[in-house]
């Protein structure tokens, strides 16, 4: 009976612990909005303080900044290749890269033996931004080294695999349907 009782009293115990971490990754998904922008805020007073005067008219959203960023760091990058890399639909960075031109921070080109097929390059303007975001990254990762320094072998290889396999269950989260949370169909939407 007390072996019985012990193993219920640990089921509940982990339960309880699962319960927990549910409610502070909910909490960090929050937090995320909130680092949005505040990385926003950061990028612009940094456009202040610097006195980047041909950026300080031109607004530009995080998601911007990161199809930028995007657009610098891969070889040839089209809608496609953007969309994977940032895990936005096709229609979205498609928007995004419209409003990019539009303020002159990024041209859209074909090459001559495929017409068919958009690519984008960086104009000086957008340069300007991915120099001026990535400095915001590193300044991040500087605070991230510093949190994971205090960290054992085992505790980092556990954070990579929790990490890992968070961004696994968002990423099959948001490629599926949107009516779709976790594997868990709304009924509500389904019926017709």
């Known amino acids: 009976m007390t072996l019985c009782k012990s193993w219920v009293d640990s089921m509940q115990n982990r339960e309880r612990k699962v319960q927990i971490l549910i409610s502070e990754l909910e909490i960090l998904m929050y937090h995320f909005n909130d680092l949005e922008d505040y990385e926003k805020q950061n990028l612009e007073n940094i456009v202040l303080e610097q006195g980047h005067a041909e950026l300080h008219n031109i607004s530009i959203s995080l998601a911007e900044c990161h199809v930028i960023d995007c657009i610098e760091r891969n070889e040839m990058p089209n809608t496609t290749t953007i969309a ?69 072998q085992s505790e980092l290889a556990f954070a990579s695999r929790f990490l890992a396999d968070i961004t696994a269950a968002i990423r099959t989260t948001t490629d599926s349907k949107q009516d779709n949370f976790f594997g868990i169909e709304c009924v509500a939407k389904k019926k017709k």
């Open 84 to 152: 994977k890399k940032l895990n936005i639909t096709k229609g979205g960075i498609s928007k995004i890269t419209t409003k990019l031109i539009k303020k002159n921070m990024i041209e859209a080109y074909r090459l001559t033996n495929n017409q068919k097929e958009i690519y984008y390059r960086l104009k000086p303007l957008g340069r300007k931004v991915f120099e001026l975001h990535e400095t915001l990254h590193k300044e991040a990762e500087e605070v991230f080294k510093k949190i994971f320094s205090a960290y054992s």
